[in-house]
């Protein structure tokens, strides 16, 4: 069958066909798809045609095969059978699709296989989006915002090689610096080190639209096409960037195909699908049709474990470093982002003290250090909630017991603080601060009040934790 047994009026036929598929289905869907078909035979009734691939063959039969055997039917007289087979390997081919650096043998950055130098079904793509060596799931730290979407990353992340897919896809939405791209970067890291076998794609939706107009222009679709028909694991970052009609279609034909092979595939993006109008309602069907998570932003408690991360690790680098409890209370209340936001705010405390010959770094320090970043205070009233939990956490001492009749000195303390900071902070008068703090009289609040202005005169330690407090209660 590799000879071609059709005569000239043949050949003009099959011309035709190909005229009018171009025509129905316009010029970039016919270059992608049938640009490479070729006529083997054409006898008894019957045609038979050649494409490159297999996923080429699988593909125009799952989508175009009655629209190919409508207009061969029309142009063919008497033609009842249409086959279409892939080409013989023994048939000369094509030299492999070169990348932008012209070579075919090096693997793409953000790609990982069991072999990394020489990938040779990747020859289609120029290359992924490079990984961040420190964005793995050790690195990542978690808490109630976050929780979920680690635990369905680590799920998809460990799923051995041949079982079947259990989310699919894993779509994953947050506003910007809050970790999606750190966990599609772990997912792709702790691949790469228990299962080297499995051949992992990370690319964000920009470098998907360069690579695929560079293959526009090369006229090389079908390389493009085949190179992601390879990928057991496909991570898309940025989804919300994907751009343009044709643009579309085609990341839209590519994760079809991988989901319905079974593969996985990953999708990360600043807003959930129902709000990405400018993509296809098909397309926003299939990805919520997977799992759907969103990451929220840290709560307190969330953004001082991540700072003392953070800090841990700058400490390897410099052991005398000398930053307190009290100076990471005051950078997560007064900066309410992610942990992009919190290591920034973080690095310009450690700079700012380290460039002014400082030792160690007090809260003070840290204010005039982040006072361009710190949201500003006083935008929200301060609630006798509010005080209740800042000083129960930094006492260490449950707000039942504040507000109980309890008179250790552990509580009592904390508790005449919070009754000061109630009656500096806020409008309330004596009686409702005693009422709120456990139904007191007015007269134990005034001697609160009065006992801890006198403690301030002597006492700097005292005088330090109420300033702080006061920080992190203004700040919200």
Request: charged letters at 30%; proline letters at 5%.
């Amino acid at each position: 069958m590799d000879d071609v047994k059709a005569d000239d009026a043949v050949q003009e036929k099959w011309r035709k066909v190909q005229e009018r598929l171009r025509a129905e289905l316009g010029k970039d869907l016919f270059s992608s798809w049938f640009g490479r078909m070729e006529l083997e035979d054409a006898r008894d009734g019957s045609l038979v045609l050649s494409v490159p691939t297999k996923f080429l063959k699988s593909w125009i039969e799952t989508h175009y095969r009655d629209l190919l055997l409508r207009i061969c039917e029309s142009e063919f007289d008497g033609v009842r059978v249409l086959s279409l087979h892939v080409r013989s390997a023994a048939r000369p081919r094509p030299e492999a699709p070169r990348t932008m650096e012209g070579t075919t043998s090096d693997a793409p950055a953000g790609t990982a296989s069991g072999s990394p130098a020489s990938t040779p079904a990747m020859h289609g793509v120029e290359r992924g989006s490079p990984l961040d060596p420190a964005l793995t799931f050790e690195t990542f730290v978690t808490g109630p915002s976050n929780g979920l979407a680690h635990a369905a990353a680590r799920r998809v992340a460990e799923t051995p090689s041949g079982a079947p897919v259990s989310i699919n896809p894993l779509f994953i939405h947050s506003s910007a610096g809050l970790g999606k791209t750190h966990l599609l970067n772990a997912i792709a890291w702790h691949i790469r080190k228990n299962m080297p076998q499995r051949r992992i794609l990370y690319i964000s939706a920009e470098r998907f639209m360069y690579n695929f107009l560079a293959a526009l222009k090369a006229r090389d679709m079908l390389a493009f096409k085949d190179s992601f028909q390879s990928i057991d694991v496909l991570l898309i970052d940025d989804f919300q960037f994907l751009q343009g009609k044709t643009m579309q279609q085609e990341f839209c034909h590519t994760f079809n195909s991988l989901v319905d092979a079974k593969r996985q595939v990953v999708i990360a993006a600043d807003v959930p699908p129902h709000q990405l109008d400018k993509i296809d309602e098909r397309m926003r069907s299939r990805l919520v049709g997977g799992l759907v998570v969103d990451i929220e932003k840290p709560d307190q408690e969330l953004r001082r474990a991540i700072l003392r991360y953070k800090l841990e690790q700058a400490r390897r680098k410099d052991p005398t470093l000398e930053i307190g409890e009290e100076v990471l209370d005051y950078i997560a209340g007064a900066i309410t982002g992610g942990g992009r936001e919190l290591e920034g705010a973080l690095n310009r405390v450690i700079a700012h003290c380290q460039l002014m010959g400082a030792g160690r770094i007090g809260v003070d320090a840290a204010a005039r250090a982040l006072r361009d970043l710190a949201r500003p205070a006083g935008n929200q009233p301060v609630r006798i909630d509010d005080i209740l939990r800042v000083v129960g956490r930094h006492y260490n001492v449950p707000k039942s017991d504040l507000l109980s009749p309890r008179r250790a000195r552990s509580i009592v303390l904390p508790r005449q603080i919070g009754m000061y900071l109630a009656k500096k902070l806020t409008p309330r008068s004596l009686p409702e601060i005693g009422r709120r703090f456990g139904g007191r009289d007015h007269s134990t609040v005034l001697h609160a009040v009065r006992k801890i202005e006198r403690e301030l005169a002597s006492n700097e330690k005292l005088k330090s934790e109420i300033d702080l407090l006061t920080r992190i209660i203004e700040q919200g």
